[in-house]
């Protein structure tokens, strides 16, 4: 599986590219890298895959399309 490690920012300038089904992960870039950034149960960030678009992206549809939503509980 992936692993994660804290986010810590590199750049002051993070930018959201795709967000997943409630928010659970974020597709992001930063300083030419990117990578998958969720919210730690803390309140933290935490980030995987972290390098080229292609990859980063990968990692993201992959994690989303796991997401067992309770939002669509009929
Ligand atoms: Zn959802």
Do not use: N
Not at 5 to 22: A, D, G, H, M, N
Not at 43 to 71: D, K, M, N
């Amino acid at each position: 599986m992936h692993r994660w490690e804290p986010y810590i920012p590199r750049s002051p300038r993070l930018r959201v590219r795709k967000t997943s089904c409630c928010c659970q992960y974020e597709l992001c870039g930063e300083g030419g890298q990117y990578f998958v950034l969720r919210q730690t149960a803390d309140g933290g960030y935490e980030e995987t895959a972290r390098g080229l678009y292609p990859h980063a992206e990968q990692v993201f549809a992959q994690l989303a399309s796991q997401h067992w939503c309770t939002r669509q509980a009929s």
